[in-house]
């Protein structure tokens, strides 16, 4: 069992930045690909970024390549969404997942744990 609890969410102007965390608990966090995800209301659930367990691979969807970055302290068991120029259609929930792989996937079946989110609120 892996327990993820996400982090920094807020309110934040349009062009604005914040950094999303994720701290994992339980089983070892090396083991696992972590990824980033979001859903606004309505909407389905959208991958965002994906690590690798050593964390020398990322990938990122269309819509946030350039403005957002993902990294991770495998020391800390934490895995981070560095995101910038934040536009209003970035509002939502903001999901970190884990996934057994070595490299991180798109599809959000691939991920047995997720945390509770935390939410992203961009004004105009």
């Known amino acids: 069992q892996v327990q993820l609890v996400e982090s920094g969410g807020g309110l934040v102007q349009a062009g604005g930045s914040l950094r999303l965390s994720c701290a994992a608990s339980?089983?070892?966090?090396?083991?696992?690909?972590m990824g980033w995800f979001r859903q606004a209301p309505g909407k389905e659930r959208e991958f965002l970024a994906g690590i690798s367990r050593s964390g020398a691979s990322t990938n990122y969807a269309d819509s946030v390549k350039g403005r957002f970055t993902i990294s991770r302290d495998n020391a800390k068991n934490t895995v981070y969404l560095q995101m910038s120029s934040l536009k209003p259609e970035d509002t939502a929930a903001y999901y970190c997942a884990a996934s057994p792989g070595y490299y991180s996937s798109t599809y959000y079946t691939a991920y047995d744990y997720w945390g509770q989110g935390t939410q992203v609120t961009v004004s105009s």
């Open positions: 339980g089983r070892t966090f090396t083991n696992y690909a």
